[in-house]
């Protein structure tokens, strides 16, 4: 994957000194501690980790649902701090795939419902967004499920719905955390070829956090982050642990 990396790469996503820390009860826990990240144009980059170090919180601050307390976020070129509240609503709705870590489907609706909610945010019609939830549902093996709810589902069912919700809508910048926790070995790879396939392309950019080594060749570049920090970023090949 690493060999038709576009030569001429943008960043699409930047992150500079970017700090974030939560008060825990009478605690002040400093969760990311300056992160420098970028993920190019049409790529994959991937971001590993030891659980704790701050995936999820990184991911977070990418997608704009939580706000960094110090250093700068730009996505497209735009900081993501400056923008205004509509303009940020505007850029989760259009331009941000968010597949999350535990799925957040919601369980009074149907599977296809679920999938349907990030096109009827975009203003689509109740029928045009039925039928691209049906077709990526199809895309992710669930097709006989469109009717079922969430808690008639496997857990690897489910997580298929998540990716499914993430993809629908065709966002420029996808993130998925931990997409294949929940998928056998052979589905995982499938899933992920998926994703790769809608969301790895020229003016797109695809980040996944992972700790499924069956999947790290599929990423141009590998982030190594280690409490709250990136520590390295390299292709894959060149990963002596790889
Ligand atoms: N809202 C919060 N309040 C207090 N602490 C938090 C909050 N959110 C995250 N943390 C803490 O920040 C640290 C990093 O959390 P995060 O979810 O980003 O880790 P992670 O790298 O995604 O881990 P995992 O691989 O287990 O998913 C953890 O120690 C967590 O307890
Ligand atoms: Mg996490």
């Given amino acids: 994957m690493a060999g038709d990396t576009p030569t001429h790469a943008r960043p699409v996503i930047e ?36 659980s704790g170090c701050g995936k999820t919180t990184l991911l977070s601050i990418i997608a704009g649902t939580l706000h960094p307390d110090a250093g700068h976020v730009r996505v497209f070129g735009r900081e ?10 505007s850029f989760r709705a259009r331009d941000v795939g968010f597949v999350f870590q535990q799925f957040h489907l919601i369980s009074t609706l149907t599977v296809q419902e679920n999938v349907m909610i990030p096109k009827l945010i975009q203003g689509a019609s109740e029928a045009e967004a039925a039928k691209a939830a049906s077709d990526v549902l199809d895309q992710v093996g669930l097709s ?31 993130i998925c955390d931990e997409p294949t926790s929940a998928l056998d070995g052979e589905t995982g790879k499938k899933i992920v070829q998926l994703i790769i396939d809608i969301a790895r392309r020229p003016g797109r950019c695809l980040v996944i956090v992972t ?17 709250g920090m990136i520590k390295t970023m390299q292709i894959p090949d060149k990963l002596e642990w790889h």
Avoid: C
Avoid at 80 to 89: I, K, S
Avoid at 149 to 160: D, I, K, T, V, Y
């Fill in 80 to 89: 993501v701090e400056q923008l205004d509240a509509h303009q940020l609503n």
């Fill in 15 to 50: 992150l500079h000194g970017v700090t974030k820390g939560f008060q825990s009860g009478d605690q002040w826990v400093s969760v990311l501690k300056g992160v420098e990240f970028q993920a190019m144009d049409g790529t994959l980059t991937m971001i590993v980790g030891p």
């Fill in 144 to 174: 006989h499920m469109l009717k079922r709810r969430p808690n008639q589902l496997s857990g690897g069912e489910q997580q298929r719905v998540a990716i499914a919700r993430g993809l629908v809508h065709q966002p420029r910048v996808l």
């Fill in 211 to 227: 700790h499924d080594t069956r999947i790290y060749h599929y990423a141009d570049m590998i982030a190594q982050m280690e409490d």
